[in-house]
């Protein structure tokens, strides 16, 4: 049951870390069944579903919904009026698409870097490199703020790989927190008494683990976790 599963994850969860609930390719009714335990937070990857479930769902007010997918430049009009943080910006073409897209409709959008932090060749994301660069040209972007970091670990049942993927997202908050107050857009990170570990005891936001790998990531540091089939059932695609 959805609100089963609800209930028991958050339970489970340390308090500083916010479940989103993934409800890509799932119907509506699955969405008000986690909202009737008490979800607050959604996640879809698709412009248009996301589209149509915030259409359909107009009545509860208080859901957030965050945004997972690749995003197009052309289909920010059907995502960034709608969405209280775009966790997928994987180039600085995005990047900048959003912050035009924000200048013109007056909307400061929150949006996570998302990282390549897996082996997958095909995975989309910013580099460390590519990170520090952009820290690094003291860019602004007036109209984004750059609330932490999302990355994807490798599809796979060997932990010690898991744990790699996971920390080179921590060494990339450590180099945001490197340039806290020096650049581009970066709010103080908040701090997480809930994290243990050892030498960071402040993290931007840190979305990472999903319904296979989720506890390998709190234990680590995630301060957001992105869980779809384990709380919905497998996906109809
Ligand atoms: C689909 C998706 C998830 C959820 O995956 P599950 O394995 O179903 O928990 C998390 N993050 C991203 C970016 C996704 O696309």
Redesign the pocket.
């Known amino acids: 049951m959805i609100a089963d599963k609800i209930i028991e994850l958050k339970q489970e969860l340390p308090s500083g870390v916010k479940l989103v609930a993934?409800s890509?390719f799932h119907p509506v009714e699955a969405i008000i069944e986690a909202y009737m335990a008490g979800q607050r937070v959604f996640a879809e990857?698709r412009p248009q579903e996301l589209e149509r479930k915030v259409k359909a769902l107009a009545a509860y007010e208080d859901i957030k919904w965050h945004f997972?997918?690749h995003l197009q430049t052309n289909k920010l009009k059907m995502v960034l009026p709608y969405v209280s943080l775009v966790e997928?910006v994987d180039s600085i073409h995005l990047l900048e698409a959003i912050d035009y897209w924000g200048s013109l409709n007056s909307k400061v959008t929150d949006i996570l870097l998302e990282c390549h932090i897996s082996d997958e060749e095909t995975k989309q994301g910013f580099s460390y490199k590519e990170v520090e660069a952009l820290l690094q040209s003291s860019r602004t972007f007036s109209n984004v703020r750059i609330r932490g970091l999302m990355g994807?670990a490798d599809f796979t049942c060997d932990e010690n790989i898991i744990r790699r993927d996971f920390q080179r997202l921590l060494d990339i908050n450590d180099l945001l927190y490197a340039y806290t107050g020096i650049s581009v857009n970066l709010p103080i990170p908040e701090q997480n008494p809930e994290v243990t570990v050892s030498g960071r005891d402040r993290l931007y936001e840190i979305s990472m683990g999903?319904?296979?790998d989720y506890p390998i990531a709190v234990e680590m540091g995630a301060t957001m976790v992105?869980?779809?089939?384990?709380i919905f059932g497998e996906r109809q695609y």
């Open positions: 993934v890509k990857s997972i997918g997928s994807m999903m319904s296979e992105r869980i779809g089939s384990l």
